[in-house]
């Protein structure tokens, strides 16, 4: 049924609490292919600030960035082997939510994992969720896996 799973990972212990679940789905589904996503964001300075970057020094903390995302992909990719499942990984640029949503309609992803920190009320509001708004957004299936330790009403 799922064949190409996408799985986001931003380098915390948070969003690494779903891959217990990708492996069960992908082996269960028989899933030809998993491709963990990291996104980079754009560098955002300060307007009227005393920053100031050359586009050379701009250039280098985006290429570290961007390495340093493949880096820890790699290490998952290279972690999690099954027989018949392809394990890749994709770094991207822009704003995590939209920028994922528009990779899984562009690249045929048939399911999105993600976690979440089950937020609600005020906090909610005021952090914001990328898995909320891939779930309001994205145009397939979408699990929302919590984190291990959550306290509802939080």
Not at 57 to 73: D, K, N, T
Not at 90 to 109: C, F, H, M, Q, T
Request: charged share 20%.
């Amino acid at each position: 049924m799922y064949q190409k799973i996408m799985v986001p990972l931003d380098g915390s212990a948070l969003a690494e609490c779903v891959l217990p679940h990708v492996e069960s789905i992908a082996k269960g589904c028989g899933a030809s292919s998993v491709v963990f996503v990291r996104v980079v964001e754009p560098i955002y300075l300060p307007t009227g600030s005393d920053f100031a970057f050359s586009d050379k020094e701009l250039q280098q903390m985006r290429s570290e960035q961007i390495a340093a995302a493949q880096e820890y992909l790699k290490k998952w990719v290279d972690r999690l082997k099954y027989n018949s499942t392809n394990f890749q990984s994709e770094v991207i640029e822009g704003r995590p939510a939209d920028s994922l949503v528009e990779y899984a309609e562009k690249n045929n992803v048939d399911l999105i994992v993600i976690a979440t920190h089950g937020r609600s009320g005020v906090s909610r509001w005021v952090w914001g969720s990328v898995a909320d708004r891939i779930l309001r957004s994205a145009c397939v299936p979408v699990l929302m896996i919590r984190a291990p330790g959550c306290v509802p009403g939080i």
